[in-house]
């Protein structure tokens, strides 16, 4: 089997295993409209997702359009979004954001990676959850977790975010795009820790090259 080959069934192996680990895996940010989840992952990034959803509970009471963000005191949606961390940053990409959706969306978020990524503090990572998540288009979240994991299971080689998403798409079937980010997210907070793998009860042991366990790899 050459190397392509071998990435493809390992990657598929592994994401129906992680399936069955994690039936209910999803995204974590709750939210009952694109705008939410839109702000909500720009609050996200260097926070938790807990923590961003208790802010925004809050938030999404008071903030429930992209006019009433866009028009708020700046100051008072720093404050308003402060335990998140880098407030400043956010509250201004949020504003900027919004103004921009405003000016050229009619107050939506659009559908399109270029549109979206054309959006104050919209990288490709925010556009993909975008994508995925509110218009199910087959697209790869690249976080933490995948970037870490996907190193693990050697289904990448890379480092910069752009490279290691396209490789992903090369080794997972379409239909899998989406819930990969997912189960590497659930995946990387009960099993595959940071720093300190729990390899001996990994489900998926078997398939990864990196494991520190006994179990035979393939
Ligand atoms: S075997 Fe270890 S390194 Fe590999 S995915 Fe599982 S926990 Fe992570």
Known sequence: MNDLKKRKARAAAAVELLKKEFPAARCR???HSPLELLVKTILSAQC????????????FRKYRSASDFAQAPLHELEMDIRPTGFFRNKARNIQSCCRQLIERHRGE???????????????RKTANVILGTI?????VVVDTHVIRISRLLKLTNNADPEKIESDIMN??????W??????????????CIARRPACHTCVIAEHCPSSLSKTRKK
Request: net charge negative.
């Open 135 to 139: 218009f199910n288009i087959p697209a």
């Open 171 to 176: 080794v997972l079937s379409e239909k899998d």
């Open 178 to 191: 989406i819930i990969f980010a997912h189960l590497m997210s659930e995946h990387g907070r009960k099993t």
């Open 29 to 31: 940010l709750a939210f």
């Open 109 to 123: 978020v659009p559908s399109t990676m270029d549109e979206l990524t054309a959006l104050p503090g919209v990288g």
């Open 48 to 59: 938790t997702d807990e923590r961003v959803n208790i802010v925004g509970e809050t938030l």
